[in-house]
């Protein structure tokens, strides 16, 4: 996996206070604001999460670059592909 410590996002969502589906939700209002080849990063405090944002990018044709954990959250990153 990719190191990702040092991504730099185009976009960050700040879902970090919502329960599933919200972060999940966040992101597809978010995706369609970066362009095609930027990042757009999720803070999630759902682990739920960490299996919806990758089922959503294969659903979508996005790519789902990884997660790292940070102090009470996640940082969830996706490389907008179309």
Same mark, same amino acid.
């Given at each position: 996996m990719t190191d990702l410590s040092n991504?730099?996002? *185009? =976009?960050?969502?700040?879902a970090?206070?919502?329960?599933?589906?919200g972060p999940l939700l966040? *992101? =597809?209002?978010?995706?369609?604001?970066?362009?095609?080849?930027q990042i757009l990063e999720i803070m999630s405090g759902d682990h739920g999460s960490r299996e919806d944002i990758p089922a959503w990018c294969k659903k979508t044709g996005n790519?789902?670059?990884?997660?790292?954990?940070?102090?009470g959250y996640d940082s969830i990153y996706v490389l907008r592909k179309k």
């Open positions: 991504v730099q996002s *185009a =976009k960050s969502v700040d970090r206070a919502m329960a599933c589906p966040e *992101a =597809k209002k978010a995706i369609g604001s970066i362009t095609v080849g790519e789902y670059m990884g997660f790292v954990e940070r102090d």
